[in-house]
């Protein structure tokens, strides 16, 4: 399945890939574009849109477009995944002292994107934190942190 998104990704855009690649789809492919042309490319490839404006798993009040991904995808019976969940939702809206780990994943997102000028190289590299915050979620959560 295709997923496209604007370019240039910050916080769930790269979160979102991660959540969808990790309990979704994992052949899942992620594309890219200019806000304005995210729709066209969606109805040319095929792909679901997902945070930008109007997108089904877009933001919704003040949850962010992972909160919808967990929702539509009923991944809601993991405790490590809503504690994840809080941090990007932090990181992504205005709310981000939602966690202590909220604004450290904000500056590490930011900084990726200044490291990278390509967005599937920049994905591909930040991965991995997400991988490892998600485990340090399970750690917590399992020593009996509130998620």
């Known amino acids: 399945m295709k997923w496209v998104t604007r370019e240039r990704p910050k916080v769930d855009r790269v979160a979102c890939p991660w959540l969808i690649k990790r309990f979704v789809d994992p052949e899942a492919e992620f594309l ?25 798993l877009g933001h919704r009040g003040e949850e962010c477009s992972f909160d919808a991904i967990i929702r539509k995808y009923d991944l809601v019976g993991d405790p490590a995944l809503a504690r994840l969940a809080r941090i990007v939702r932090g990181a992504d809206t205005p709310a981000h002292d939602l966690t202590p780990e909220s604004r450290g994943l904000l500056a590490v997102a930011q900084g990726f994107s200044l490291a990278y000028d390509d967005d599937q190289v920049q994905l591909a590299a930040e991965l991995p934190v997400y991988d490892a915050l998600y485990a340090w979620c399970r750690q917590q959560v399992g020593a009996g942190e509130t998620p």
């Open 32 to 56: 890219y574009a200019p806000g304005d042309q995210v729709a066209a490319v969606a109805e040319r490839e095929g792909a679901t849109p997902y945070d930008v404006e109007g997108a089904e």
